[in-house]
């Protein structure tokens, strides 16, 4: 440990819930965010941010759920990045297809349809648990695998079967370059880590652990 909270006292409910109730915490991440959001951008090359540091937002955002269900959930899940694939493919094909929708709106809707493919696979899950969850995110695995392979609809009929989305719109600020992505991603996965870290200091979050604890002991 590089420090400890000896001497960093809570007199009142609001310290005590605080995102970081450490003050050395607090000062670190900080310094993190205006070091990422400042001094990153200007540093780093095209190749470093298409090859390493954008596809590490991405994956952390991912891990960040994943978390939230295995984690705090207690459930085992090997498909994750088959749910991941239906929020890529709907978003893509929602920008293709309804170009009028601001990319925000369009965020909010690929993030609800992986939610309902989830559940689709869940529902037929909801009797079994453990080792026997796990295999039935894996047969949503395969089957994510298989559908998007041979249904062309989804990478609008191209013929290397891979999807080369076009720069973003936001607001008039064209996200098009390796660094405004970056930008983007980095804003996204704040903003989604803070939702993640409050659902879990909740009534939600604490109903999950409890539910956790319940299904171990059984």
Same mark, same amino acid.
């Given at each position: ?23 050395? +915490? ?11 959001? #400042? %001094?990153?951008? &200007? #540093? %780093?090359?095209?190749?470093? &941010? ?5 596809? &590490? ?63 689709? &696979? ?17 047969? %949503?695995?395969?089957?994510? +695998?298989?559908?998007? %392979?041979? #249904? ?16 973003? +719109? ?44 319940? +299904?171990?002991?059984?």
């Amino acid at each position: 440990m590089f420090f400890r909270e000896n001497g960093q006292f809570k007199s009142t409910y609001r310290a005590d819930m605080q995102l970081l109730p450490i003050v050395q +915490d607090r000062y670190f991440m900080v310094a993190l965010v205006v070091l990422a959001f #400042v %001094a990153l951008p &200007f #540093v %780093a090359t095209d190749y470093l &941010f298409l090859s390493i540091i954008n596809p &590490f937002l991405i994956l952390t955002l991912a891990a960040i759920g994943l978390n939230l269900l295995v984690g705090y959930c207690g459930q085992i899940s090997i498909g994750h990045a088959a749910f991941m694939a239906w929020g890529a493919y709907a978003a893509y094909n929602l920008v293709q297809r309804v170009p009028m929708l601001n990319f925000l709106v369009v965020l909010v809707l690929a993030g609800l349809i992986a939610a309902l493919v989830g559940m689709f &696979f869940g529902i037929p899950s909801l009797r079994i648990k453990g080792l026997y969850l796990a295999v039935a995110t894996l047969a %949503a695995q395969f089957f994510t +695998d298989w559908i998007f %392979a041979r #249904v062309k609809w989804f990478t609008n009929y191209a013929h290397s079967g891979s999807v080369s989305p076009a720069p973003v +719109d936001l607001f008039g600020w064209t996200i098009g370059t390796p660094r405004e992505k970056y930008v983007f991603l980095l804003g996204i996965l704040i903003v989604g880590t803070l939702i993640a870290k409050n659902l879990t200091r909740g009534h939600l979050g604490r109903a999950w652990m409890a539910t956790r604890d319940m +299904d171990v002991a059984a």
